[in-house]
């Protein structure tokens, strides 16, 4: 079987308009914020500045927020009964609890980490 009989599924004017838009849509959201979660859980919320091939994003005026451990969550709880802490969580309920957070500056987010990127836009910044 020779290559001359694999047609490929998109043309090279495909591919390079793919590029193009692609390339467009990275520069429009230049300078917003972006909320970027990683696969440890953390949300990094930041001024995106660029990106590279490996899909590393690069935040400026970042702020980190995490989760809260268990022993943080053990000492939020401990005036209230743990036990019922315990089947609130068990049983499906739900619980309100405050992320930590701090200011990071300018940081690089690994592509490979990355689970979520979310563009913080306002209903006034919308175009219409």
């Known amino acids: 079987m020779s290559d001359e009989n694999i047609t490929p599924l998109t ?3 495909e591919q390079s308009e793919e590029k193009n ?14 909320r970027v ?3 440890d859980q ?9 990106t590279d091939p490996d899909s590393n994003i690069v935040l400026q005026d970042t702020y980190e927020y995490r989760q809260p451990t268990f022993q943080t969550l053990r000492k939020q709880t401990s005036s ?7 089947e609130d969580v ?6 309100k609890l405050d992320m930590t957070s701090r200011y990071l500056g300018l940081v690089v987010v690994p592509g490979e980490h990355i689970v979520k990127m ?3 836009e306002f209903a006034s910044q919308m175009k219409k």
Do not use: H
Request: charged fraction near 15%; hydrophobic fraction near 40%.
């Open 11 to 13: 043309t090279e004017a």
């Open 21 to 34: 838009l692609a390339a467009l849509f990275l520069q429009s959201l230049l300078n917003k914020n972006l």
């Open 37 to 39: 979660t990683t696969t």
């Open 42 to 50: 953390r949300m990094f919320w930041g001024s995106f500045k660029c």
């Open 80 to 86: 209230s009964s743990s036990s019922s802490f315990l």
């Open 90 to 95: 068990s049983g499906g309920g739900t619980v």
């Open 118 to 120: 979310e563009v913080e």
